[in-house]
């Protein structure tokens, strides 16, 4: 009897001993299933730590700050051709240039590439995601999601990406575009009301060779008797830039104005008015973005991607003005006028990034990439700010703490994607999880031989000439259109 009991007890202890066990494993893989959660990409398009870090250390970019100090962070190498559409495609791919196709400027769209980006993978595993602003996904793919095509685009503007600067006499001058020649009336009348330094609000333009197209544009008097009209804008239908198709009239319905995918060049940089106009207006088409942004951020999505372009856009024409000694000739009084733009340009984008984290609903990663950073120009006679290879990464969630990681390759975000959703990494992609994170989280990289099922062939055929024309204007192509460009 006694060692009836014994034995009893001892059957009672290893039961409980088993449901202990039990407990212990459920919450093991309770946990390790918390940490994959779903994950916001912040695009910052030529951001670096060169700037971003005096300025956190400053107690500036609160948003930033924050992640910064939560999270994982570090380099993100570049390669050459360090082209936003090439390098945003080796991100979002985890594939060199070679296999995924976005090779140039000549096969910089969504039609070049050969296989899957992470929002293709997520389609097949009926994931939702949100695309928004990310080079080179023009024309806009069909996703489980919705898109927001990013640049180059065709056709987006009507007769140049860069805006005219034009006097009450000359708007009607044969070197303007077409859809501001036929609508000198209404512009002068325009132009005639605004007090100096003044901007109108956004004009709708009529064309009379094509009534079906809506076209705006906004207008700025400088001094001198002079006025800046922006590059013409398409809003019609017609222009398809986002997927569902619908989806872009939408987001105008809501932000009361046009989204446009992609503002006014830097390629005039060097012409006397440019600073003056430039990033007033490029400010105005980022906050517009940053609106249709937050428009399809409200519903379920597992991954939600956003490229904010405004510091590139500002980087190039008025990076100078923050380093004037490494260049020669520089109008020092001009330097100082606009010496904080570019530091005004991450402020501006740490507030979008702001807007975004409090539309977001529960649990998830924050992921920070830039496809490159900036550097003074080599030719310190040309007053613009160029490329640099070192760009920055950031993660930031649950399990994450702030610290220094190693330099990564932007072939290591996609993987770092993939895993972060808890999905397993392609065995043929060349990147890898960014090192301290497995280990840090606990959970070991699932692999799978290939996401690539069905193929994708890629479109050989370069951009055309529409497309050639916005990037002529932005300031990144010269020359004409390459052989083989069809006019759309
Ligand atoms: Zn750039």
Redesign the pocket.
């Known amino acids: 009897m006694r060692r009836f009991r014994l034995q009893f007890r001892q059957l009672q202890l290893s039961i409980a001993i088993f449901a202990l066990a039990l407990a212990v494993a459920g919450t093991a893989s309770c946990t390790s299933a918390e940490k994959s959660a779903k994950v916001l990409v912040f695009g910052i ?2 951001g670096t730590w060169d700037v971003m870090v005096p300025m956190i250390e400053a107690g500036e970019l609160p948003n930033i700050a924050k992640l910064y100090n939560s999270g994982l962070r570090g380099v993100l190498v570049s390669r050459p051709p360090v082209i ?1 559409p090439v390098v945003w495609s080796t991100i979002f791919t985890g594939r060199p240039l070679e296999e995924h196709g976005v090779d140039g400027w000549a096969t910089s769209q969504s039609t070049h590439r050969k296989v899957k980006a992470v929002w293709d993978i997520l389609t097949d595993l009926e994931m939702t995601s949100k695309v928004a602003n990310v080079p080179s996904t023009w024309p806009a793919e069909e996703i489980v999601g919705e898109m927001l095509s990013g640049f180059p685009l065709s056709g987006s503007t009507l007769g140049g990406n860069t805006g005219v600067v034009v006097t009450l006499d000359s708007i009607g001058d044969r070197q303007n575009p077409p859809a501001i020649r036929m609508n000198v009336d209404t512009l002068r009348a325009v132009c005639e009301k605004l007090d100096e330094n003044a901007w109108s609000e956004w004009t709708s333009l009529k064309l009379t060779n094509q009534p079906n197209l809506g076209a705006t544009v906004r207008v700025k008097r400088l001094d001198g008797g002079k006025f800046y009209i922006t590059p013409v804008y398409r809003t019609d239908d017609g222009l398809v830039i986002s997927y569902p198709p619908e989806l872009r009239a939408g987001v105008q319905e809501k932000i009361g104005g046009p989204y446009i995918p992609e503002g006014p060049g830097w390629s005039k940089h060097a012409e006397e008015d440019t600073p003056k106009y430039l990033y007033e207006h490029l400010l105005q088409v980022a906050r517009l973005q940053t609106a249709g942004v937050m428009e399809i951020l409200d519903q379920p999505w597992d991954l939600f991607i956003y490229v904010d372009t405004f510091v ?1 856009r500002v ?2 024409p008025y990076w100078a003005y923050s380093s004037p000694g490494d260049y020669d000739g520089l109008d020092a009084a001009k330097a100082k006028l606009y010496e904080s733009a570019v530091a005004d340009s991450y402020r501006e984008t740490d507030l979008h990034l702001g807007e975004v984290l409090a539309g977001i609903d529960g649990e998830h990663y924050t992921v920070i990439v830039s496809d ?1 950073g900036f550097k003074s120009s080599l030719n310190k006679s040309m007053y613009i700010g160029t ?1 640099h290879f070192d760009g920055v990464y950031l993660v930031s969630g649950p399990g994450l703490k702030g610290e220094d990681g190693p330099r990564a390759n932007i072939e290591d975000v996609a993987p770092t994607l993939l895993y972060l959703l808890g999905k397993p990494v392609g065995e043929d992609m060349a990147g890898r999880v960014i090192a301290p994170l497995a280990g840090v989280l606990g959970r070991a990289v699932d692999t799978v031989e290939t996401y690539e099922t069905g193929g994708k062939a890629g479109n050989e055929f370069p951009v055309d000439e529409q497309t050639w024309e916005q990037l002529r204007g932005l300031g990144y192509v010269d020359g004409p259109a390459p052989k083989g460009a069809k006019q759309k």
């Open positions: 398009d030529g936003s590139d980087s190039h490159h490329h």
